[in-house]
């Protein structure tokens, strides 16, 4: 089993539709979380990081469920402008990379 | 603040070739790290470092060297590179390890073709 699994998608969603990606990862340790945004041909950047609580920003939520393995982002009221690959990441001593989920939005 | 900064961002090498991908920040991050990400791939950690004078191999180290004589500078090096080697190069730097907040800033990669 992968450490950091994702749907690679791609992602074909309309502008102004509410999107969701999920991400397990296989080590319970893992200490930390997060989601990364990479545009094409360019180097990733963080997005937001994940806390057991849940947490939002502007109109995208991060949720964190340890017992399950999963972490999960939402986007709502999808813009164009939101057309990238979205990298699970977690934190195990060292950041694990996902492979990432393609995005489209689709005017 | 220039961040993190790398160069070349092409490069074409012939099968046996050397040569040494550079990387500078200016953030006076301690943390630095190397990673290759190929097509459909998630990225792979090369090597990293803690602090100048200190390196550590990452998951998929061979093939490669590294040195941080400075805080600033991180250069990877490629002895007699391979058509493995054909990749994507990312060069990243963070105020502390991962058991801080975990963002890690990214240069704007060097993409390499091994022929």
């Known amino acids: 089993r992968k450490e950091v699994e994702q749907d690679p998608g791609p992602f074909n969603v309309p502008e102004g539709a509410t999107v969701a990606f999920n991400c397990t990862y296989s080590?319970?340790?893992?200490?930390?979380f997060f989601w990364y945004r990479q545009d094409c041909r360019k180097e990733p950047k963080l997005l937001m990081s994940?806390?057991?609580s849940g947490n939002e920003d502007g109109r995208f939520t991060a949720q964190l469920n340890r017992a399950s393995q999963y972490i999960s982002l939402l986007i709502r009221d999808s813009k164009l402008s939101d057309s990238a690959t979205y990298l699970c990441?977690?934190?195990?001593?060292?950041?694990?990379f996902g492979t990432g989920t393609r995005l489209t939005i689709i005017p | 603040n220039a961040g993190v900064t790398q160069t070349p961002k092409f490069r074409i090498l012939k099968i046996g070739q050397s040569m040494t991908l550079q990387c500078t920040q200016d953030?006076?991050?301690?943390?630095m790290y190397w990673y290759r990400q190929d097509p459909g791939m998630g990225l792979k950690l090369i090597y990293y470092?803690?602090?100048?004078?200190?390196?550590d191999k990452g998951e998929v180290p061979n093939g490669y060297n590294v040195s941080r004589s400075t805080t600033e500078d991180f250069p990877l090096r490629l002895e007699l590179a391979a058509p493995s080697q054909t990749s994507v190069y990312f060069c990243?730097?963070?105020?502390?390890?991962?058991?801080?907040?975990?963002?890690?800033?990214f240069g704007p990669g060097t993409r390499l073709t091994v022929l």
């Open positions: 990243a730097s963070s105020y502390r390890g991962t058991s801080g907040r975990g963002e890690q800033f």
């Open positions: 080590n319970s340790a893992s200490q930390s």
């Open positions: 994940v806390y057991s």
């Open positions: 990441v977690v934190n195990n001593e060292k950041l694990t």
């Open positions: 953030m006076n991050h301690n943390y």
């Open positions: 470092s803690v602090g100048a004078g200190i390196t």
